[in-house]
């Protein structure tokens, strides 16, 4: 007895594997845009081989900074960009638009009041637990504003960088899969992995890391897009190797304007990790994630959210 096959079976099956209702799936676009992200490193990273030997220096210079920064922006706009066009939608919907109201002030008050305000008190807490000493001025004239503002402008390409890559894109489309909050914790975790390989991370700077992480993500839930998360990643970096001269995950800035010292327990001071390796960090910002969303929360829905509809 002979059992009919439906015509078009095969294809209807390898149609559902890849596409749903609104298009390819999420999996196998962010598949794509990791792909082109990665093709587009490795270029330019082999070019900029060709031009200065890699270096294993953990001292950090402003002006490569900038340029390793900008070219990473770069990759992860640019394979964004080849990604809205295949699937037909705005790059603000990635979660830096540009022409919404207020975005500069937003970041003005991620970078003061959510970066560089808390570091400021954490430190001030080490402090008074004994364990970090100011110090005095490192840096003196003219050298204090070229390196403030070659620092400023290096961290804010950092923020942007970092952020738009596992909260930009990735997290709009990992969520159209998981999820948001699923989706921010998968990420938030790669994002405490990648701090992994800093030079002498601690466990506990691993886990501060993707406390901050979901902070970022709590930011961009609440206010619809990254430039409140991208000011406190700024504001919080600049402060670190900039401002009070303290090591930025394992890696000391050149050019900074204070000589600080840390003394006690690793674990409380942070040791060679700075700040982010200190127990202190990670209550404050745990603390900072509840201080957000009580005052954030009653604000109006965010606009530009990722879909939370799973495939």
């Not at 749903?20 to 676009?29: I, K, S």
């Not at 809205?84 to 919907?93: D, F, G, T």
């Not at 979901?214 to 409140?228: E, I, K, M, P, Y």
């Not at 304007?257 to 674990?267: D, E, I, K, R």
Request: aromatic share 12%; with cysteine.
């Amino acid at each position: 007895m002979e059992t009919d096959t439906a015509p078009g079976g095969s294809s209807s099956l390898l149609n559902t594997a890849f596409f749903n209702d609104r298009g390819l799936r999420a999996g196998w676009r962010l598949l794509i845009y990791i792909s082109i992200v990665v093709a587009l490193v490795q270029l330019l990273s082999f070019l900029a081989s060709r031009v200065r030997p890699p270096s294993h220096n953990t001292v950090l210079g402003p002006g490569i900074q900038i340029i390793i920064e900008a070219i990473a922006l770069l990759c992860f706009l640019l394979a964004a960009y080849i990604m809205s066009l295949i699937e037909r939608r705005s790059m603000r919907e990635y979660g830096l638009p540009l022409r919404r109201q207020h975005v500069l002030r937003r970041f003005i008050v991620g970078y003061i009041f959510w970066g560089f305000l808390p570091l400021t008190i954490c430190l001030a807490v080490m402090h008074q637990l004994h364990v970090f000493e100011f110090g005095g001025l490192a840096l003196h004239g003219a050298d204090i504003a070229r390196f403030g503002l070659e620092w400023m402008i290096g961290f804010a390409l950092v923020g942007l960088a970092e952020e738009f890559l596992l909260r930009g894109y990735a997290l709009y489309t990992l969520s159209d899969g998981l999820g948001f909050w699923p989706a921010a914790i998968i990420l938030a975790a790669l994002f405490g992995f990648g701090h992994s390989f800093n030079p002498g991370e601690t466990r506990i700077g691993l886990v501060g890391t993707v406390v901050f992480a979901l902070f970022a993500s709590v930011a961009l839930r609440l206010t619809g897009n990254l430039w409140l998360a991208v000011g406190a990643h700024a504001g919080w970096d600049w402060g670190q190797s900039f401002f009070y001269g303290v090591p930025d995950s394992g890696m000391v800035a050149q050019g900074h304007l204070l000589a600080p010292s840390f003394h006690g327990p690793v674990w409380l001071s942070g040791g060679t990790v700075g700040p982010e390796g200190s127990l202190v960090t990670l209550v404050l910002w745990s603390l900072m994630i509840v201080v957000f969303v009580i005052i954030y929360r009653r604000r109006r829905p965010a606009l530009i959210v990722v879909a939370e509809t799973k495939t």
